[in-house]
């Protein structure tokens, strides 16, 4: 785009040259076109960008509007703001529709993994880090191949594995395979932070006389906080939205999760939108709210969690 | 001060339980569908070994073609479509304006989406009477335009698509823009005085500087597009006339629907398989691109 404009002064140029006196004028004002293209075209950069921003937003804005509509509302200007503000959707959605309970479902079942994954892949990430062992290529070398494998195709056999187990319907089939597929990206970013602390102070704790255990509770644990961090935000953001595992692996609906629960609502509550905008809304908001907060984090967390897998 | 016995206990302890768990609900599955994809299998009772029949009924199901055939076409969707529309975004958002971080921000947001939200929003999006898609092309006169993007088979997998992809920029443009931010002042003040501007110096100098970016986006790109099942499941099942199948549906489908357990395993590996193919010829190309 900006290439036009140049070749233009670039030719004007010359013959501004070959015409010697009268080619100035020309000059001039092909320069000042040329910043003035320049000019345009950040002012439609801008544009460009603002209009895809609002593309991504306004269909959460819309959920946002719709969840406070009636059915009669939704139906005869979807666009519009609510003519009546409705808190009874959401209050509606929370008991009817089961999302109290799903929310509690979620949170039980993230948190728990959160913790799950951060003792793990922490302890894991040190001794990996820190240990020279006779089959520590060949751990990280299973980490680093569990990270290629699509998590879908693990559906059928760890519903087999699950059910003769026994496992099946309860919290755990969620908590440990949650666990499991999180740890690799959890222990690699957990090494790399390891990797930047000096030894000289665990070697200092050594000397006072800690063992291990020791070393890492009151040394390696503490200095790890800001990794540990950004591992929670991952874990939490992928553990609260998930679908697949508990979609397979989830059939009681005392034990659904807030994504398995929000399924339904596509059939069956299909004609009551407001129900389902409030259900929607009420998943929505906690990430919402924790990507407001932390968005920075998010980003440069998901980024490295994504190359690294 | 540890002895090295105790430090041999420390190292079992402490990793151990990550590797174990690690082994069993993401190593073993994989052997162990690839073992029971030569079975028949009703999920209870005996399973009968049936040695390649699970494979060759594969091979010769439309549908699987058709669900892999769905498969690329998301897989190309993602590469045209979002590796470009955040390389466009980056370029555009270089400055640390508040602006640009508001526009960051907002372009990386439905990453944090449930994508069972996404999908059900996008259900309302292209829904025929009130869905904002038809009521936008009625807006603008292109009535004739309008249809019911998720039950037409013409355009139904586009329709897909589109929220995989408006959901998917963010990280891509994070990373280019962090790509970008890396090449030195030299480079540019370089290819200003050779005379390399606008696309010029897109094409010659800044892309092949983020050329392994680029690769990187790529590998993403596919191994993304695989993992797409949440949004296809929510918005159509995989229907109408299993149209939308993805191989991750169709498995799903075939499996937990009808109770084919060792026909469900045997599509799990061969989307293993599948996976390792297009990753593997990913490699081959892009190193001999860069090479």
Not at chain 2, 107 to 133: C, E, N, R
Not at chain 2, 206 to 223: D, E, R
Not at chain 2, 237 to 263: C, H, I, K, Q, W
Request: proline share 4%.
């Amino acid at each position: 785009m900006k290439i036009e404009p140049a070749l233009k002064t670039g030719v004007t140029n010359d013959q501004s040259l070959q015409k010697g006196n009268g080619g100035n004028g020309g000059m001039r004002r092909d320069l000042s076109g040329r910043q003035l293209a320049v000019k345009g075209l950040s002012g439609l950069g801008k544009l460009l960008l603002l209009v895809y921003s609002v593309i991504t937003l306004y269909p959460l804005y819309w959920l946002f509007i719709s969840a406070f509509k009636t059915n009669q509302d939704f139906f005869n200007r979807p666009y519009g703001l609510p003519l009546v503000w409705m808190k009874e959707n959401i209050v509606r959605a929370w008991e009817l529709g089961h999302m109290g309970r799903a929310m509690v479902n979620s949170t039980i079942v993230t948190l728990a993994a959160v913790v799950l994954t951060i003792l793990l892949s922490v302890l894991a990430a040190y001794v990996l880090a820190r240990f020279p062992f006779r089959f520590k290529k060949a751990v990280v070398g299973i980490f680093l191949a569990g990270m290629l494998i699509p998590i879908h195709s693990t559906l059928v056999p760890l519903f087999i594995i699950m059910n003769k187990i026994h496992l099946l319907d309860t919290y755990g089939a969620l908590i440990l395979p949650y666990t499991a597929f999180e740890l690799p990206i959890a222990i690699f970013l957990a090494m790399a932070y390891m990797a930047s602390i000096p030894r000289e102070i665990e070697e200092a704790a050594m000397i006072d006389g800690n063992g291990w255990w020791g070393i890492f509770g009151k040394i390696v644990l503490p200095l790890c906080t800001p990794i540990i961090a950004t591992i929670s935000i991952l874990a939490f953001l992928r553990f609260w939205n998930d679908f697949s595992f508990a979609l397979v692996f989830i059939n009681t609906q005392a034990l659904k999760t807030l994504p398995l629960s929000l399924s339904l609502f596509s059939d069956g509550f299909g004609t009551d939108y407001s129900l389902t905008m409030g259900a929607m809304a009420i998943a929505v908001l906690p990430t919402i709210v924790v990507y407001l907060i932390l968005q920075e984090q998010i980003m440069k967390g998901m980024v490295a969690g994504s190359i690294k897998g | 001060m540890p002895t090295a016995l105790r430090s041999k206990g420390f190292i079992a302890v402490a990793l151990l339980p990550a590797l174990l768990l690690f082994l069993m609900f993401v190593i073993v599955p994989v052997f162990w569908s690839a073992y029971y994809g030569f079975f028949s299998w009703k999920g209870f009772g005996a399973a009968s070994f049936i040695g390649l029949d699970n494979y060759r009924e594969m091979f010769q199901d439309g549908i699987f073609w058709r669900a892999l055939r769905n498969n690329l076409i998301l897989v190309a969707s993602s590469i045209i479509g979002q590796i470009p529309i955040a390389l466009l975004l980056a370029l555009l958002l270089l400055k640390n304006t508040l602006f640009s971080r508001f526009v960051r921000s907002a372009v990386f947001m439905p990453m944090v989406l449930s994508t069972v939200v996404v999908g059900l929003i996008w259900g309302y999006i292209y829904q025929t009477q009130f869905g904002l898609a038809n009521t936008v092309l009625r807006m603008i006169g292109l009535e004739s335009w309008t249809r019911a993007w998720l039950s037409d088979p013409q355009v139904n997998m586009l329709a897909i698509s589109i929220p995989i992809n408006w959901s998917n920029v963010g990280p891509y443009l994070v990373i280019f823009i962090a790509a970008l931010q890396n090449i030195s002042p030299e480079v540019d003040d370089a290819a200003k005085i050779d005379g390399a501007v606008g696309w010029r110096k897109l094409l010659y100098v800044t892309l092949p500087m983020i050329w392994g970016t680029v690769v990187v986006t790529l590998v993403l790109c596919i191994s993304g597009s695989l993992k797409a099942f949440d949004h296809v499941i929510v918005m159509t099942g995989g229907g109408p006339a299993r149209s939308t199948e993805l191989l991750a549906t169709y498995m799903y489908n075939s499996t937990f629907d009808v109770y084919r357990y060792g026909y469900g395993s045997a599509v799990s590996t061969m989307i293993i398989l599948i996976s390792a193919l297009l990753i593997g010829i990913n490699y081959i190309l892009t190193r001999q691109k860069s090479g």
